[in-house]
């Protein structure tokens, strides 16, 4: 089995280096030095970190709900218009965010379960929307409706739902004093990590709690990739006909001047942005962990330019823009950039509206953003559908129940449950089945979204058994829909429903080898007793 | 509004070369499957198997395939077996150095066959052809492959003329691989293969 484990990633020739303490910072760590002990920092660093994996996890549904919203290829090539393209890129920026979200989860996962303690992610996603993000101070800069609440919603893709973007990723100020409670910014509450771990009471060995057949379990940076064919979009029009380089362009494609596919993208993520090795880490030390904050943070809000505040990337080659600057540029293409009176910060300075300028109306004219519903919930859709929408509530938690079986899979497997489970899950089960419930009027002229409940699917050990018997409901409600009108609009769409059902629990190959989601239970049997 | 692919080029290259083969035909018994054209082991062994393409003869020795033995699939984890990763799409940058070649099921990338406009997303072949990088790769293999299947000789049907160097790719196609507007025999059967991803630049038809 051990030809399974892939080798570890080339190390990166020059790492950016681990951000130095701002003076509040120092300050901070004098007093905790002074006036906290071991036991009181230790217990404080593991409840943040699991506050930090519940930040990121609720991050997710949100860039996810407006992802799907964007409806990216209907034009493509050398036809794709301004409207296409502008959603195009939407998409791939916003999961490009949405990627490195899930490796801050990871990230901030590795580190707890170095210090001993197990990471907990089923069941917790934000419980409703509009959401606060856990501790987050819940007034912030005024927004482009004057208001000052940050309250998340779970909302299609728009220039106000990316004001709500930047009020997750506003940047930090430079130097100002760390908080886990009422925090204003992520890094804010991030510096405070940080800070605990510069205490005098903590040591390498804090972070080799396990034994090493356990310490081999953590995630590994082998499963993390910056980009995908979800994240690239093209700059502009392109010839899909021509082959990719380096190969001579044959002479029957050189008739138009277009670019090949291959040269028009753009890749908004980096193999660079990270401190320390890899965009993923494993934890046996306190530089280690310290360097797993300051790729969270750097990500989110840029590398920090000292005296000054953020800047606008997190990378050594300056490629790639935080997640706040990505968003705010997306904005600055609206029309209704050049007049808002949203407040953001000095640093990094704000983009100059950006043309071809784009508006709500003409997005959803040419129908690249879909008409989702505000803050949906299954129990609030159609009764004959709730249990269609369920279902992918249930894989949404059954992703997260499999993110918490890696750290239980034998280290010589991770790479095939990785696959199996987390690869297979996200683009063939719920990348699917949400893009085909998409297709579904809900009423009042919206269709499905996706609602990222925090469905129960009870205890991890019997959770696949649980998933099962939802998708079996949900494929019973589709039969229905088909029986009622079996040769209505629906027919199509709720086939479809049954098949990535089938995909997520019962789907073999050729030669009947299981080719679903993983049955975990296996690894918690331990839990059961 | 202007439908997937077009404009198409014209007229059409390809009209002299064989239509791509949307099954698989018989193959020569102990050979391993392959992902894609020119990446085959032994004479007999591509999509159009032992009885080579209508009208014409199987393909004579290694490298000189037409494409993929595999079962197709269109994505990242979805192989069968080993080898049968396409790559580019999905997958780290590790995965996407070494296309067509991976150990077992659930372990290789995306869609087969490799379409030639497909160009990797990650790694040190970021933006450039997935094929040129999987030839590439089994050129590199295939001294080690071509011992392997040397000592196989007595219990399989693989040809004993294993050649040292690999052959070259069917004509038309030798520098790029299948295009895709020869495997949707000019835009006319775009189903003949889908690839995963939401960008619209897997140069294939999408899976959604």
């Given at each position: 089995?051990?030809?399974?484990?892939?080798?570890?990633?080339?190390?990166?020739?020059?790492?950016?280096?681990?951000?130095?303490?701002?003076?509040?910072?120092?300050r901070?760590?004098?007093w905790?030095?002074?006036?906290?002990?071991?036991?009181?920092?230790?217990?404080?660093l593991?409840?943040?970190?699991?506050?930090?994996?519940?930040?990121?996890?609720?991050?997710?549904?949100?860039?996810?709900?407006?992802?799907?919203?964007?409806?990216?290829?209907?034009?493509?090539?050398?036809?794709?218009?301004?409207?296409?393209?502008?959603?195009?890129?939407?998409?791939?920026?916003?999961?490009?965010?949405?990627?490195?979200?899930?490796?801050?989860?990871?990230?901030?996962?590795?580190?707890?379960?170095?210090?001993?303690v197990?990471?907990?992610?089923?069941?917790?996603?934000?419980?409703?929307?509009?959401?606060?993000?856990?501790?987050?101070?819940?007034q912030?800069?005024?927004?482009?409706?004057?208001?000052?609440?940050?309250?998340?919603?779970?909302?299609?893709?728009?220039?106000?739902?990316?004001w709500?973007?930047?009020?997750?990723?506003?940047?930090?100020?430079?130097?100002?004093?760390?908080?886990?409670?009422?925090w204003?910014?992520?890094?804010?509450?991030?510096?405070?990590?940080?800070?605990?771990?510069?205490?005098?009471?903590?040591?390498?060995?804090?972070?080799?709690?396990?034994?090493?057949?356990?310490?081999?379990?953590?995630i590994q940076?082998?499963n993390?990739?910056?980009n995908?064919?979800?994240?690239?979009?093209?700059?502009?029009?392109?010839?899909?006909?021509?082959p990719?380089?380096?190969?001579p362009?044959?002479a029957?494609?050189?008739?138009?001047?277009?670019?090949?596919?291959?040269?028009?993208?753009?890749?908004?993520?980096?193999?660079?942005?990270?401190?320390?090795?890899?965009?993923?880490?494993?934890?046996?030390?306190?530089?280690?962990?310290?360097?797993?904050?300051?790729?969270?943070?750097?990500?989110g809000?840029?590398?920090?330019?000292?005296?000054?505040?953020?800047?606008?990337?997190?990378?050594?080659?300056?490629?790639?823009?935080?997640h706040?600057?990505?968003?705010?540029?997306?904005?600055?293409?609206?029309?209704?950039?050049?007049?808002?009176?949203?407040?953001?910060?000095?640093?990094?300075?704000?983009p100059?509206?950006?043309?071809?300028?784009?508006?709500?109306?003409?997005?959803?004219?040419a129908?690249?953003?879909?008409?989702?519903?505000?803050n949906?919930?299954?129990?609030?859709?159609?009764?004959?559908?709730?249990?269609?929408?369920?279902?992918?509530?249930?894989?949404?938690?059954?992703?997260?129940?499999?993110?918490?079986?890696?750290y239980?899979?034998?280290a010589?497997?991770?790479k095939?449950?990785?696959?199996?489970?987390?690869?297979?899950?996200?683009?063939?089960?719920?990348?699917?089945?949400?893009?085909?419930?998409?297709?579904?009027?809900v009423?009042?002229?919206?269709?499905?979204?996706?609602?990222?409940?925090?469905?129960?699917?009870?205890p991890?050990?019997?959770?696949?058994?649980?998933?099962?018997?939802?998708?079996?409901?949900?494929i019973?409600?589709?039969?229905?829909?088909?029986?009622?009108?079996?040769?209505?609009?629906?027919?199509?769409?709720?086939?479809?429903?049954?098949?990535y059902?089938?995909?997520?629990?019962?789907a073999?190959?050729?030669?009947?080898?299981?080719?679903?989601?993983?049955?975990?239970?296996?690894?918690?049997?331990?839990?059961?007793a | 509004?202007?439908?997937?692919?077009?404009?198409?080029?014209?007229?059409?290259?390809?009209?002299?070369?064989?239509?791509?083969?949307?099954?698989?035909?018989?193959?020569?018994?102990?050979?391993?499957?392959?992902?894609?054209?020119?990446?085959?082991?032994?004479?007999?062994?591509?999509?159009y198997?032992?009885?080579?393409?209508?009208g014409g003869?199987?393909?004579?020795?290694?490298?000189?395939?037409?494409?993929?033995?595999?079962?197709?699939?269109t994505?990242?984890?979805?192989?069968?077996?080993?080898?049968?990763g396409?790559?580019?799409?999905?997958?780290?940058?590790?995965?996407m150095?070494?296309?067509?070649?991976?150990e077992?099921r659930?372990?290789g990338?995306?869609?087969?066959?490799?379409?030639?406009?497909?160009f990797?997303?990650?790694?040190?072949?970021?933006?450039?052809?997935?094929?040129?990088?999987?030839r590439?790769v089994?050129?590199?293999?295939?001294?080690?492959?071509?011992?392997?299947?040397?000592?196989?000789?007595?219990?399989?049907?693989?040809?004993?003329?294993?050649?040292?160097?690999?052959?070259?790719?069917?004509?038309?196609?030798?520098?790029?691989?299948?295009?895709y507007?020869?495997?949707?025999?000019?835009?006319?059967?775009?189903?003949?293969?889908t690839?995963?991803?939401?960008?619209?630049?897997?140069?294939?038809?999408?899976?959604?």
């Amino acid at each position: 089995m051990s030809t399974l484990v892939p080798a570890a990633p080339a190390p990166v020739a020059q790492p950016d280096p681990i951000t130095p303490l701002t003076p509040a910072e120092a300050r901070f760590v004098d007093w905790l030095d002074s006036h906290s002990n071991r036991d009181e920092v230790l217990a404080q660093l593991k409840a943040n970190l699991q506050t930090a994996i519940e930040i990121e996890i609720a991050t997710i549904p949100i860039y996810l709900y407006a992802y799907y919203s964007l409806n990216r290829n209907a034009e493509s090539g050398e036809n794709i218009g301004p409207e296409q393209l502008f959603a195009n890129k939407a998409g791939g920026t916003v999961m490009s965010v949405a990627i490195e979200e899930m490796l801050h989860m990871s990230l901030a996962s590795n580190v707890l379960y170095a210090l001993g303690v197990a990471p907990l992610l089923y069941g917790k996603a934000p419980d409703q929307y509009p959401t606060g993000l856990p501790y987050h101070n819940p007034q912030g800069p005024r927004g482009p409706d004057g208001q000052t609440a940050v309250l998340i919603p779970l909302s299609r893709f728009s220039f106000e739902q990316l004001w709500h973007f930047l009020q997750i990723e506003y940047p930090e100020r430079w130097d100002i004093t760390p908080e886990d409670r009422n925090w204003q910014t992520i890094g804010q509450f991030y510096s405070y990590i940080r800070c605990l771990l510069r205490t005098k009471f903590l040591t390498d060995a804090d972070f080799q709690q396990r034994p090493p057949q356990e310490q081999a379990q953590a995630i590994q940076p082998y499963n993390y990739s910056p980009n995908n064919t979800d994240t690239v979009y093209p700059a502009g029009k392109f010839d899909p006909w021509k082959p990719a380089p380096p190969v001579p362009i044959p002479a029957w494609a050189q008739a138009d001047s277009y670019a090949s596919g291959a040269q028009a993208a753009v890749y908004p993520d980096h193999a660079d942005s990270h401190a320390g090795l890899s965009e993923l880490l494993t934890i046996q030390t306190l530089q280690d962990a310290a360097e797993a904050i300051d790729t969270i943070c750097d990500q989110g809000e840029g590398c920090p330019v000292p005296d000054v505040g953020p800047g606008s990337d997190d990378d050594p080659t300056k490629d790639e823009q935080s997640h706040y600057v990505k968003f705010l540029r997306l904005q600055a293409q609206f029309a209704e950039y050049a007049t808002t009176t949203e407040s953001l910060p000095a640093d990094p300075p704000p983009p100059k509206p950006i043309v071809p300028a784009v508006s709500q109306f003409e997005l959803e004219l040419a129908e690249v953003v879909i008409a989702f519903p505000d803050n949906p919930t299954s129990s609030g859709y159609p009764a004959e559908l709730q249990l269609i929408s369920a279902f992918c509530s249930g894989c949404f938690q059954y992703m997260l129940i499999m993110t918490e079986t890696v750290y239980r899979v034998p280290a010589a497997s991770q790479k095939l449950f990785f696959n199996e489970g987390m690869h297979r899950s996200m683009i063939w089960v719920l990348d699917k089945y949400i893009k085909t419930i998409r297709n579904i009027p809900v009423g009042g002229g919206k269709f499905m979204g996706p609602t990222f409940e925090n469905i129960d699917l009870g205890p991890q050990a019997s959770s696949f058994v649980a998933l099962t018997e939802l998708g079996n409901q949900a494929i019973a409600a589709a039969q229905n829909i088909i029986n009622d009108d079996p040769s209505g609009p629906m027919v199509s769409v709720m086939g479809d429903v049954i098949y990535y059902i089938g995909v997520a629990l019962t789907a073999t190959g050729t030669g009947g080898q299981p080719m679903h989601l993983p049955d975990v239970s296996q690894y918690w049997r331990d839990a059961e007793a | 509004m202007p439908q997937p692919g077009q404009p198409v080029p014209t007229p059409y290259p390809y009209a002299d070369a064989p239509l791509f083969p949307t099954s698989i035909g018989p193959q020569p018994a102990g050979l391993p499957l392959h992902s894609c054209m020119g990446l085959n082991s032994c004479r007999g062994s591509d999509r159009y198997g032992l009885t080579g393409p209508p009208g014409g003869k199987a393909n004579a020795c290694a490298g000189q395939g037409y494409c993929a033995t595999t079962a197709d699939h269109t994505c990242h984890v979805q192989n069968q077996c080993r080898n049968q990763g396409g790559c580019g799409l999905y997958g780290t940058a590790e995965e996407m150095n070494r296309p067509a070649k991976n150990e077992c099921r659930s372990l290789g990338s995306c869609a087969t066959p490799i379409n030639a406009e497909r160009f990797s997303t990650n790694g040190p072949n970021q933006g450039k052809s997935v094929w040129l990088r999987a030839r590439a790769v089994f050129a590199e293999q295939w001294p080690e492959r071509r011992e392997a299947l040397l000592a196989k000789t007595e219990t399989s049907d693989v040809h004993r003329d294993l050649p040292e160097s690999l052959g070259a790719p069917p004509a038309p196609f030798a520098a790029t691989g299948p295009t895709y507007l020869w495997i949707t025999n000019g835009n006319q059967l775009r189903s003949n293969m889908t690839a995963c991803g939401s960008s619209g630049m897997s140069g294939a038809g999408g899976c959604s």
